[in-house]
């Protein structure tokens, strides 16, 4: 490993940080906001960098909320004088087009246009122009730190770069995630977070950094507004490394005194001078070499740049290797309960042995993502063309799931099956299955001071009777599931919970408030807070999660035992080759990338992997893969383990779940005030987020759109689209007939208008109820006070869960009436800080029963 020490040499860090912006919303083209934070991130981290025995104090610039202009100048200026490590720190937003191959540096005076087909940021620096100067400088390692969101789409930015040995890039988050940049009065959690780092004694090196702030980050329990864990990044060359901080250290020795030069370090040397040398300075150059064994090949050296082919002449003579040229990168799509494991093996491969070509350069780059299972084994089978070439802002995969995959990697080979029995006959992808990776039995993780003390009684059994013991032992005990529509060990254990009970009983085991979890993992950090609720909850989980555990250990603080039905399938993340057409211009290549990652997943390097994350083999007695002890709670052979399921019965037991209390009702409150004027068009606007969500409700599903503003014939809105049964494309009409009003918006009287229509409406049966009421919230001022007051305790009367879609950054915040009037609904309050279009989607769909 390169273990560069840059003490003693010319240091240069530069910090930028972008706390205030020209525009932010509601105005049009705005940012989200400002960012209080990011000027705390600078004094704190000037200050750790300062003090760190590696910068001097007049080697750290910082530079505030600057215009592109300045911003450029400042990193021309650094990456000129650096010579030892250069240190470049962004803070502020950051944005990515929807194919989500660049990331925007947005600077004080950025604006967001978004059009039909893409989005463009004036006033933002691209990564690639940043790398491009970084490059130019003459320092040994150059150091990139980007907090802001999106900010790991710049690993593949940095893998297509021809030459990136020097460049160390460490990411705040993941690929295709925002993040919160937390309390105005304090640095945002990243910083804050490295900032310690790079405060505490000893030596601190890049190579250490990344995992080390994962782990800080884990065990804080952060999420990103996907609601994802939040997981920092870096990527680096093989055995490149540079030394950040050294608290305590009085250095390295001196240095011993030089050997005598030899010819290459001449020849370098004087590479370096013709560089520098002017015209007029040539006739000197050669003087100085006069005497010298090398001088023949000095003067070949001169004598090409003088003919103009100094380049083929240099490149000729240089004694280090080629720059490496960019890898293949790889697109893997995978379950969302699979992605962080996925995510460490790709991680590992990428510096493995198996992905060095002979000159040690990286012959694959890798990207990881998920996206939720029901949605992706649609897009697969009915929406291939538009992935490929999205052409509406109703149906984008790419911008909804993620790019093409090139490999999927589900959990369970049933999804193959689901997509290719009712494939388009048009689809332009084209699934190969190659076999299993690993293997994880779906377990009631019981609370151990309920579990059975006998370890027979944790196995052979249905599912059925592990719920009725556990009642027989605590009448008390709860149960809990993630959601089946975006998992698929949740899906699983859904098959175990109906077994040949009817689909509302079964529910009912596991009823619960509000939607449920997403994830396994986000189900155990969600469990009960109050010791005694969480003593008594089991929940339905992969049984790898008891080994690897989750993020927020801090929030489940009982120790919890698997108990391991028989009638429930397990996870098995199969591997599956996704080749599209009219993509054949690399595809040998890219055959042969896919078959190589396969094979390390199957050899000792990818079950290394899941040994650690706790899964069993794919096949044959299915033993754990670790072999050393079992994690508490775990049986090291539980029989028997349930085989493969098929895809009738996945498919089966969705359609069931999804009309588990019968068709839906959804009534949607479209604010078309003047102020909404700013957002309207687009799919990002008022009217583009609601036809997106329709997606979420089918043909028996009942749903109506209502134009909140003015009191026309008294009342605070207008029909668009009368409740009933429809058509998606008909609906769709409907609300593009919509127009903004010159009129403002009454808030109070519709939403007391929607909940007693919603109220009325639900009287006879249990079917499932929502209401979206989508706004800029410009006439919040008419919920505040009696107003305010009448409309939640109508929402708690009229047990309707009210969904507030803010299109303004905060909207949700806690003591704004949107997130009061959620809660009080028991709905979700989503604004401009998460991702409005698919968050509205998923919470409509828990509410419909799916598109057909």
């Not at 240069?12 to 906001?33: F, I, M, N, Q």
């Not at 609720?533 to 929030?555: I, K, N, Q, S, Y």
């Not at 009219?582 to 997943?601: E, N, S, T, V």
Request: with cysteine.
């Amino acid at each position: 490993m390169s273990r560069y020490d840059p003490r003693g040499t010319a240091n240069r860090a530069l910090l930028v940080g972008v706390s205030e912006y020209d525009v932010t919303k509601p105005a049009p083209h705005g940012v989200p906001g400002d960012l209080p934070a990011v000027r705390h991130n600078l004094d704190r981290l000037a200050e750790a960098l300062q003090g760190g025995g590696v910068f001097g104090a007049d080697e750290v610039t910082v530079l505030r909320s600057p215009y592109p202009h300045d911003f450029l100048q400042a990193l021309g200026a650094a990456a000129a004088e650096a010579e030892g490590v250069l240190l470049l720190y962004f803070a502020g937003h950051g944005a990515v087009p929807s194919a989500a191959n660049e990331l925007f540096l947005q600077m004080r005076g950025a604006q967001v246009y978004r059009g039909r087909q893409d989005s463009v940021f004036p006033g933002a620096e691209t990564f690639t122009t940043v790398l491009t100067m970084l490059h130019a400088s003459r320092a040994e390692r150059i150091v990139v730190v980007l907090d802001c969101c999106y900010a790991g789409n710049a690993a593949f930015i940095w893998e297509q770069f021809p030459d990136r040995r020097r460049v160390l890039l460490l990411m705040s988050v993941q690929a295709n995630n925002r993040i919160d940049a937390g309390d105005d009065r304090t640095p945002t959690p990243f910083t804050a977070e490295l900032a310690e780092l790079l405060g505490q004694d000893g030596e601190l090196r890049f190579s250490s950094v990344a995992e080390r702030l994962r782990v800080r980050m884990a065990s804080a329990g952060l999420r990103t507004l996907r609601d994802e864990p939040w997981e920092p990044l870096s990527r680096t060359e093989p055995g490149e490394d540079v030394l950040l901080s050294a608290r305590g250290d009085p250095g390295p020795p001196p240095p011993p005194p030089p050997p005598p030069p030899s010819t290459s370090s001449l020849v370098r040397r004087g590479r370096q001078a013709l560089r520098r040398a002017s015209r007029a300075g040539l006739q000197a150059f050669a003087a100085w070499f006069q005497g010298l064994r090398v001088l023949t090949r000095v003067l070949l050296v001169l004598a090409l740049a003088t003919l103009g082919l100094g380049s083929y002449g240099l490149t000729a003579l240089r004694t280090a290797p080629a720059p490496c040229a960019p890898p293949l990168e790889l697109r893997v799509l995978t379950d969302p309960d699979l992605e962080p494991t996925l995510t460490a093996a790709a991680d590992a491969y990428l510096t493995s042995d198996q992905n060095a070509d002979g000159d040690g350069c990286r012959r694959t780059g890798i990207t990881v993502y998920s996206a939720g299972a029901a949605d992706v084994v649609n897009a697969l089978r009915r929406q291939t063309d538009a992935w490929h070439e999205p052409r509406d802002e109703d149906t984008n995969p790419q911008r909804d799931i993620g790019p093409q995959p090139d490999i999927w990697i589900p959990a369970s080979p049933a999804d193959v099956g689901r997509v290719t029995a009712g494939q388009d006959t048009d689809t332009v992808a084209h699934l190969e299955e190659d076999g299993p990776l690993a293997y994880s039995p779906i377990v009631l993780a019981v609370p151990a001071d309920l579990s059975p003390a006998a370890a027979p009684q944790r196995d052979g059994q249905p599912l059925s009777a592990l719920l009725d013991r556990l009642r027989q032992r605590s009448s008390d005990a709860q149960v809990r599931r993630p959601d089946p529509e975006y998992a698929d060990a949740a899906l699983l254990a859904t098959m175990g919970l109906y077994g040949s009970a009817g689909t509302a009983a079964a529910e009912r085991r596991v009823a619960q408030p509000g939607p449920p979890s997403k994830t396994a993992a986000d189900l155990l950090c969600a469990l009960p807070g109050d010791p005694a609720a969480d003593a008594r909850t089991a929940a339905l989980v992969p049984e790898f999660l008891l080994r690897t555990g989750v993020g927020c250990d801090r929030t489940t603080r009982s120790p919890r035992v698997a108990e391991y039905p028989d009638d429930v399938p397990g996870v098995e993340a199969t591997f599956v080759r996704v080749r599209w057409e009219d993509a054949d211009r690399d595809g040998a290549a890219r055959d042969q990338a896919a078959q190589r990652f396969r094979a390390w997943l199957g050899g000792p390097g990818g079950r290394a992997v899941f040994a650690r994350d706790g899964f069993r083999g794919p096949t044959g007695r299915r033993a754990l893969l670790d072999t050393g002890a079992p994690a508490d709670g775990v049986l090291p052979g539980p029989s028997p383990l349930a085989g493969a399921t098929g895809q009738q019965s996945m498919e089966a037991t969705l359609s069931r779940y999804r009309s588990a209390d019968g068709p839906g009702r959804v009534l949607y409150l479209l604010d078309n005030s003047g102020s909404m004027s700013a957002l309207w068009d687009g799919p990002s606007g008022g009217p583009g987020l609601l036809k997106q969500s329709l997606g979420g409700l089918g043909a028996q599903d009942e749903y109506g759109v209502w134009a909140v503003s003015g009191s026309a014939g008294g009342r605070p809105y207008t029909t668009l689209l009368p409740f009933g049964r429809h058509h998606r494309k008909d609906a769709e009409r409907a609300v593009d007939r919509a127009e903004v009003a010159d009129a403002q918006a009454d808030p109070h009287a519709a939403l007391l208008a929607a909940l007693d229509d919603m109220r009325h409406r639900g009287t006879d049966d249990d079917r499932p109820q929502l209401i979206v009421y989508i706004t800029d919230d410009e006439d919040n001022d008419k919920l505040t006070g009696r107003n305010i007051a009448d409309v939640l305790g109508r929402a708690r009367a009229a047990r309707v869960p009210v969904t507030m879609v803010s299109l303004v950054g905060g909207g949700c915040d806690p003591g704004k009436a949107d997130a009061r009037i959620s809660g009080a609904s028991g709905g979700r309050c989503l604004d401009a800080d998460h991702d409005l279009g698919t968050g509205l989607k998923d919470e409509v769909a828990r509410t419909g029963t799916g598109e057909d």
